[in-house]
């Protein structure tokens, strides 16, 4: 604990991410921070994978078939919840910054949540029974 | 009061200068509807005179005593000791985060008034240099000058600052009572407080956690303030955008909620 503003940008950064005595809303601000992070991540990764299709059609489909396991299922399904969870609640701050709702930003959170549990839990069965 | 004892462990945090921080703790004997505040107090009066912290009122006006107990923001004078422990249970008291730390739990919150004052929220009437006086407050929230709002609601204590997740990371971040403040006291009217607010560290940099108006004890509700700002700010834009005057230069108003 001292001045803030002396502090390593690294150590003030890692701030945010601390839930303890905190509302829902804080971890809402969390889940879309890490959903970003983590989509920003895929989209890297997405694009090295896209990468293999310069080896021609043979190495493509050995590595889609070499990674075609429940780990990379899993993987696949994080994507998916990171994808509405983050889709949904920008929607829901674009409201309420525009004055929207603002009254039930908290109701609008937990419908968030809840359709992405939801929605992931059908991509799952789906994802998984392919 | 009740007749009830309860034996409480006040742990509470301590740093003086450059020494290294940590806990002291305080076996207490109280009343569980006594406040935070009165063990604080005690432990100062019979314990540890050297113990540092701020308080005034003890009636949630002065917005001097707030600080962290069991790790959430509370003002200590109107928070009984029931609500945050039991009988042989612990009571953790730090200072408020994302201020200097001036002593054990006292902290300077000069960058919070200083920046009160760029909003318009002056703690004087900067015609005269004289204290506003309470009677010469106007009572409905629509009034022509923001300086006389200021203290009308929000008591600056300071919790809504140490929630912020935000301010946590960005220091430079003007903060929920700033532009709570900003927003009781209109921004059209002020090309210099407009362009403040609609800034990277004005009401662009909030993330919409909320955590302002989870602990806030005056009810000013600053994340909600904070959207109405971005409303504002967004619809004065498209006015601009469309060819509309600017009221920003010409002075005019919209009236704050």
Redesign the interface.
């Given at each position: 604990?001292?001045?803030?503003?002396r502090e390593a940008p690294i150590t003030?950064?890692?701030?945010?991410f601390?839930p303890?005595?905190?509302?829902i809303?804080?971890v809402?601000?969390i889940l879309?921070r890490i959903t970003a992070l983590g989509l920003t991540l895929y989209l890297c990764m997405h694009l090295i994978v896209l990468s293999q299709l310069a080896q021609g059609p043979g190495a493509f489909d050995t590595f889609l078939a070499n990674i075609h396991n429940p780990i990379f299922t899993f993987l696949e399904v994080l994507v998916v919840t990171a994808g509405f969870y983050h889709g949904l609640n920008g929607i829901r701050?674009v409201l309420?910054?525009?004055?929207v709702g603002?009254?039930y930003?908290?109701a609008l959170l937990i419908s968030v949540l809840v359709i992405t549990v939801v929605v992931s839990a059908v991509f799952a069965v789906h994802m998984f029974s392919f | 009061m009740s007749a009830i004892r309860w034996t409480v462990t006040f742990q509470v945090?301590r740093?003086k200068g450059e020494q290294a921080?940590h806990f002291d703790e305080f076996k207490l004997e109280v009343d569980p509807d006594e406040y935070v505040l009165d063990g604080v107090e005690r432990i100062w009066a019979f314990h540890d005179h050297s113990l540092v912290y701020r308080h005034a009122c003890h009636h949630s006006t002065c917005g001097a005593c707030g600080m962290?107990v069991?790790?959430?923001e509370k003002l200590t004078c109107i928070t009984p000791i029931r609500d945050v422990t039991q009988d042989g249970g612990v009571v953790r008291v730090?200072?408020l985060?994302?201020?200097?730390?001036v002593s054990d739990l006292a902290v300077d919150m000069g960058v919070m008034y200083k920046h009160m004052d760029l909003v318009g929220q002056h703690p004087v009437n900067l015609d005269t240099n004289e204290a506003i006086q309470p009677e010469a407050r106007p009572a409905g929230p629509t009034v022509d000058r923001p300086d006389y709002l200021r203290l009308s609601d929000c008591i600056e204590c300071g919790l809504c600052v140490s929630?912020c997740?935000?301010t946590?990371?960005?220091?430079d971040y003007l903060g929920p009572a700033v532009l709570a403040g900003a927003q009781q006291g209109g921004i059209l009217g002020d090309a210099q407080v407009f362009h403040l607010v609609d800034s990277e560290d004005g009401v662009w940099r909030c993330?919409?956690?909320?955590?302002c108006t989870?602990v806030c004890p005056s009810f000013v509700d600053p994340?909600?303030r904070i959207?109405?700002l971005?409303?504002q700010v967004?619809a004065e834009s498209f006015r601009q955008l469309f060819g509309g005057s600017n009221p920003k230069e010409t002075g005019s108003k919209e009236a704050s909620k």
């Open positions: 604990m001292s001045d803030i503003t003030r950064a890692a701030k945010w601390d303890r005595s905190r509302t809303n804080m809402g601000f879309n701050i309420i910054s525009f004055g603002v009254r930003q908290q | 945090f740093k921080s962290r069991n790790g959430a730090e200072p985060r994302n201020f200097t730390l929630a997740p935000i946590a990371s960005s220091p993330h919409s956690a909320f955590e989870a994340g909600w959207m109405d971005r409303r967004i």
